[in-house]
């Protein structure tokens, strides 16, 4: 019953801006933690930014800090990633999560157990 569904992805240049969706569908009341991750090629996946849905309280790698927002739309059951100041170093595949538990680690790939099918997301310099 439960589904992540990524869209928004694409090719820019530097200094351009993406916003990345997710949306929700199944017993979503319980997801209490939601996350984006990012994984480039030859690397390990790694967190970007999580948000705690209920308080709507956000945390961010010090890496996209002051670049990257994260936000959600209650009443569509979807999360964004907004992405500003786009750098060539933010080429990867990026996918969302989620977790019915408050996630303290929030930038462990191990902690979700929900992920989306991710999208790709290019920056040319």
């Known amino acids: 019953q439960v589904q992540l569904v990524e869209s928004g992805g694409g090719s820019v240049q530097a200094g351009g801006s993406l916003r990345l969706s997710c949306a929700a569908s199944?017993?979503?009341?319980?997801?209490?933690?939601m996350a984006w991750f990012r994984q480039a090629p030859g690397k390990e996946r790694e967190g970007v930014a999580t948000?705690?849905?209920?308080?709507?309280?956000?945390i961010y790698a010090d890496s996209v800090k002051g670049r990257f927002t994260i936000a959600q739309d209650n009443a569509k059951n979807t999360v964004y990633l907004v992405m500003n100041s786009l750098k060539p170093e933010d080429t990867a595949m990026y996918y969302c999560?989620?977790?019915?538990?408050?996630?303290?680690?929030?930038?462990?790939?191990?902690?979700?157990?929900?992920w989306g099918q991710g999208t790709q997301v290019t920056i040319s310099s």
């Open positions: 948000i705690y849905t209920r308080a709507g309280s956000t």
């Open positions: 199944g017993y979503t009341d319980s997801w209490k933690t």
């Open positions: 999560a989620a977790d019915p538990f408050l996630v303290r680690r929030w930038y462990e790939r191990s902690e979700y157990q929900y």
